[in-house]
Nanobody, 114 residues
Framework: QVQLVESGGGLVRPGGSLRLSCAAS????????MGWYRQAPGKERDWVAF???????DYADSVKGRFTISRDNAKNTVYLQMNSLNPDDTAVYYC????????WGQGTQVTVSS
């Protein structure tokens, strides 16, 4: 059974940091791209960042310079280091990976509030 299990979400004050993790299991094919989307209340799900198996990365303009994506291929795990968080970053964050098809995590809530 394929599972993507996210962790690391929570409540943080503006200017603070969080690190999200997402571990994939049960996938028999080679995972190529891994990444993150987020969905704020009342809004569509937006792409945040991705990282390829060769560790090429790209980011949405809204998070460039503040978020860093990384991965551990041996553990099939992707990370998202989020710094300088602001209330606009409040959302449910979903990880995904592509291995012949796209798999999604269940989401983890990130709330930025004073």
């Amino acid at each position: 059974q394929v599972q993507l299990v996210e962790s690391g979400g929570g409540l943080v004050r503006p200017g603070g940091s969080l690190r999200l993790s997402c571990a994939a299991s049960g996938i028999t094919r080679t995972i190529s791209t891994m990444g993150w989307y987020r969905q704020a209340p009342g809004k569509e799900r937006d792409w945040v960042a991705f990282i390829t198996s060769g560790r090429s990365t790209d980011y949405a303009d809204s998070v460039k310079g503040r978020f860093t994506i990384s991965r551990d291929n041996a553990k099939n795990t992707v990370y998202l280091q989020m710094n300088s968080l602001n209330p606009d970053d409040t959302a449910v964050y979903y990880c995904y990976c592509y291995a012949a098809r796209t798999y999604w995590g269940q989401g983890t809530q990130v709330t930025v509030s004073s």
